[in-house]
């Protein structure tokens, strides 16, 4: 019988993560039955691509838990970014009306506008939608996983 680290070195080797995949069916990102391309090998890291994108806004961030607030911030302005332009303020509007407290609204607006201005002047190519993300503490820090649409 093949250890542990055995099994988990030939699942990444042949594009295997039945964790991930068991997290994302019990989110209902994806349905059970969803096929999933685990083969990146074509296309840039999302998650490199994220804390570029984010990096001008994170260098203020005092600790982890801001930093990693800051990311959050970044996927949400992201996304709206690739909406149509007929949906991205409807959509703004609501998240607002529903997570983010009045006296702080036009703010967090304020912030959300300046990454979709960055999201089209410097990632304009880039289409693709971020649809969850996970952060691990390693013995380096902490590290960003990123699960992202195809282009």
Sequence with gaps: MASRAKKKWRYRQLGI???LKSKLISTGLVGAGTCINWDTTRQEKMSEVLLNFVE????AADSNEEFQKIVLV??????????PKELRQES??????KAVPPDVAADFQKIIDE?????QRCFAENRRFIPAHHWTMTTKGPHLSVISTTD
Excluded: Q, S, V, Y
Aim: glycine share 4%; hydrophobic share 60%.
């Design 17 to 19: 993560n039945h964790d």
């Design 56 to 59: 001008p806004f994170t260098a």
């Design 74 to 83: 970044g996927i949400l302005a992201w996304n709206i970014a690739l909406l």
């Design 92 to 97: 703004l509007d609501n998240m607002i009306a």
């Design 115 to 119: 990454m979709m201005a960055r999201k």
